[in-house]
């Protein structure tokens, strides 16, 4: 092989590996899918991840004028999952007490809420963090079961980056919360 035709290998191989970076790596804070047809989910402004004992929430906004959309909030009930980086938690299905593991919502401004009908498979993976004030980064991919509820049949994919809210409930009755509260 000459100079010139090992030159425009190497140039080739350099392109498809170049190019197979690129494919292979999303966004931070990213939507795509076939609930596309349904409204818009491109221009996500930002993305919250809320967690507590019980589930992991990640909700994607968009600036919508004076308004903010909830483009979709994917709520992932952790029961009997150990949620933690690099596991993979099947979001179709029902928890161990019959719970629907995953659920997702979409409320645009003067819209009425949608809650879209149950995810029949898909899966979500953290690549790190998952817990309150910890960076949390990872993704997840599903689709919805076929029939007449909202988004049947349509798939939902997103790539998440944010740091951890307390989704916590807070104090019960009677806990003190300050050694000098009052009565």
């Known amino acids: 092989m ?5 030159a425009l290998a190497a140039l080739g191989l350099a392109a498809v590996v ?3 970076g690129v494919m292979g790596c999303r966004g931070d ?3 795509s899918g076939s609930v596309s ?7 996500v402004s930002r993305v919250e991840v809320r967690r507590n004992p019980e589930a992991l929430q990640v909700s994607y906004f968009r600036n919508n ?5 909830l483009i979709a909030r994917l709520t992932v009930d952790t029961e009997g999952v150990d949620l933690k980086p690099g596991t993979k938690v099947q979001l179709g299905g029902t928890t161990p007490s019959g ?4 659920s997702v919502v979409h409320v645009a401004a003067g819209e009425p809420a949608r809650a879209f009908t149950a995810v029949e498979r898909g899966d979500l993976v953290l690549d790190e963090g998952g817990n309150p004030d910890e960076p949390t980064r990872g993704d997840f991919s599903l689709s919805f079961k076929k029939g007449d509820g909202y988004g049947a049949g349509r798939s939902l994919e997103g790539t998440f980056s944010a740091t951890a809210l307390d989704a916590g409930f807070g104090p019960d ?6 050694p000098d509260a009052g009565p």
């Open 2 to 6: 000459s100079h010139v035709g090992r």
């Open 18 to 20: 170049c190019g197979a």
């Open 29 to 31: 804070n990213e939507l």
């Open 37 to 43: 047809e349904l409204f818009p989910i491109t221009d």
């Open 65 to 69: 004028g004076l308004d903010v959309d």
């Open 99 to 102: 719970r629907d593991r995953a």
């Open 173 to 178: 009755l009677g806990d003190v919360v300050r």
